[in-house]
């Protein structure tokens, strides 16, 4: 791993809402490949922390390098183009276009323009029959069960054949069979992607993770294997030992 | 907007479309003198309300100030003719240069904004142009206006002859403006582009991170819209000779509005028939007011007041709306 360079580079990021660090000077490598998890208690800044890195949030200083390349001022819509996607916590899908529609959008972004309609159809059928919602593609996406609106969002976030997939809290509100499945997706999506996963349930991230970090109060407390995070008596503290129930 | 359409659909959407072309061709040969005129300028509002259309129905952007743009084609082409006695034909392209420019520039400045503050950004920059209208009253003659002559109406290059004050001449004019119009509309609909403004109505932040830029694609929204508006305008002032302030007024602001609402926002053929219904509709309770209150001065006005609150209420979607809810969902 050593001779590969990073994929993601954040280097001293920091970043305030008034009064409140949020992120405060967080340094985080991703290697490509890698599944990260990012972990904390609530409030600890993971999702600052990704929004900076997807464009959403702008940083009060610090530098973000993707694929050795400065994307710290570039808007978020260039971020998608280098090979970012973020799929939100909160479901965001177009509830009155088509499934078909949903996963059109991302498809027409990462194909070339001079495609024709078949290729569109094509790569739109591939990318829910991905995540099994093939057979959903005319029905409205508002109309989906919640935990479908979920595979729905992953599939708009594969569309775009990202290099790094940044999935926010995304098995929330989803049930355990749900969950099961969810596991083998994100397996299968970091055979070719690098993920980067905020997840609040161990067991998902104990059984997905290649590495782990743990943010409090906007600063990296620990990060290691699985295991090391578990034996880590400061992440015990903090975060582990706590009955955790949000 | 449907997923993806059959090949079943996809010869019902043309066939309609094309229907409504060719029905409208035909209507020329039936039809009395008054109602020929009628649908003549109906036709060119109605490529108006498309222009409309693209920008409120299918971006989502509600605009209180099209008028501008309508006005910027109508006296961009009309006064070079009035005053420099401009031939129409390219008359006609800088009236339609003079919408796409303001609408450019409009757009920049107003889409800094969203919702409310857009309504509120667009409809200030109409009342700047409806009072430039007025305040350059030695060149338009503010709200008396100004009248094109017959001579200054007719365009003749080589063979083709082509006078705006006759009547099939002006009818064939609207009706291939207005073909051109909708099929652009279909056209914008069933693109990419048209999949990008509906998923920047539908959920802006989300279209922004599948990374498109929604800025460049709204202002694109903005001026093709303002350029078609633009286009009705010009053939406004061609085809009826006339140019006045009231076009720059808040009321043709209004009108597209209420249209595209009673036809169906977001539907290619709801701009038509809702201008349609409404131009019928308006004048025949202004005639029956008018003969039940002589002496109550009543305007169309209160009418297009009183149909947009019934429309609200009872009919959100309009008419093909509505229709495309509840039978045709492959209505494009």
Redesign the interface.
């Known amino acids: 791993m050593a001779a590969v360079t990073p994929l993601l580079v954040v280097d001293d990021l920091h970043r305030s809402f008034g009064g409140l660090k949020a992120v405060d000077g967080v340094d985080l490598t991703v290697m490509p490949g890698e599944v990260r998890a990012i972990i904390g208690p609530n409030g600890a800044g993971k999702s600052t922390l990704v929004g900076l890195i997807c464009g959403r949030v702008e940083p009060s200083s610090g530098s973000i390098l993707f694929d050795g390349r400065d994307i710290t001022s570039m808007p978020a819509h260039r971020r998608v183009r280098q090979g970012i996607a973020y799929t939100f916590q909160i479901t965001s899908i177009f509830p009155n276009l088509t499934v078909f529609d949903n996963v059109a959008l991302p498809v027409q972004r990462s194909q070339h323009h001079a495609v024709g309609a078949a290729r569109l159809r094509a790569g739109v059928m591939e990318a829910l029959e991905r995540v099994g919602l093939s057979d959903r593609a005319d029905q409205p996406a508002g109309e989906l069960a919640y935990g479908h609106q979920r595979l729905l969002e992953v599939a708009m976030g594969l569309s775009l054949k990202p290099r790094l997939l940044i999935l926010d809290e995304p098995t929330q509100g989803l049930s355990d069979g749900e969950i099961e499945g969810f596991i083998g997706l994100v397996r299968e999506i970091a055979r070719d992607a690098t993920v980067m996963l905020i997840e609040h349930n161990m067991a998902v991230v104990m059984s997905l993770a290649h590495r782990i970090t743990v943010l409090s109060s906007g600063k990296v407390l620990a990060e290691g294997t699985p295991e090391e995070i578990r034996a880590d008596a400061h992440v015990q503290a903090a975060y582990l030992g706590t009955p955790d129930d949000d | 907007?449907?997923?993806?359409l059959t090949a079943r659909d996809d010869a019902r959407v043309w066939g309609l479309h094309f229907g409504l072309i060719a029905l409208l061709f035909a209507a020329q040969y039936v039809l009395p003198d008054y109602h020929n005129g009628v649908i003549a300028r109906v036709m060119v509002l109605a490529l108006f309300a498309m222009g409309y259309n693209v920008l409120f129905g299918y971006t989502g952007l509600l605009s209180l100030g099209h008028s501008m743009f309508f006005a910027a084609g109508l006296y961009g082409a009309g006064l070079p003719i009035y005053h420099f006695g401009v031939h129409p034909l390219p008359a006609f392209a800088i009236g339609i240069g003079c919408g796409t420019a303001l609408a450019l520039l409009v757009g920049a400045l107003a889409l800094r904004t969203t919702g409310v503050a857009f309504m509120i950004v667009t409809l200030m920059f109409a009342q700047v142009a409806y009072l430039m209208s007025l305040w350059l009253g030695e060149w338009t003659r503010g709200d008396e206006g100004l009248t094109l002559s017959r001579a200054e109406r007719i365009i003749e290059i080589g063979p083709m002859f082509l006078d705006m004050t006759n009547r099939d001449t002006r009818y064939i004019i609207a009706w291939a403006l207005f073909a051109l119009g909708l099929g652009i509309t279909l056209l914008i609909a069933r693109s990419?582009f048209g999949?990008?403004l509906?998923?920047i109505r539908?959920?802006e932040?989300?279209?922004?991170?599948?990374?498109?830029?929604?800025f460049a694609n709204k202002l694109a929204s903005v001026a093709i819209s303002g350029a078609i508006s633009a286009t009705a305008g010009a053939a406004y002032v061609l085809l009826f000779g006339y140019m006045g302030s009231t076009f720059a007024s808040i009321q043709y602001s209004i009108l597209p509005l209420l249209w595209v609402l009673l036809g169906g926002a977001a539907t290619t053929l709801g701009p038509f028939f809702g201008t349609l219904l409404m131009f019928y509709l308006a004048e025949m309770s202004n005639d029956a007011l008018n003969a039940w209150f002589p002496d109550a001065r009543l305007n169309q006005i209160g009418i297009v007041g009183v149909a947009l609150i019934l429309l609200v209420l009872f009919f959100p979607k309009g008419l093909f709306g509505s229709i495309r809810e509840r039978w045709l969902k492959w209505l494009p």
């Open positions: 907007m449907s997923g993806h990419r999949r990008v509906v998923a539908e959920n932040e989300r279209a922004r991170m599948l990374g498109f830029d929604t």
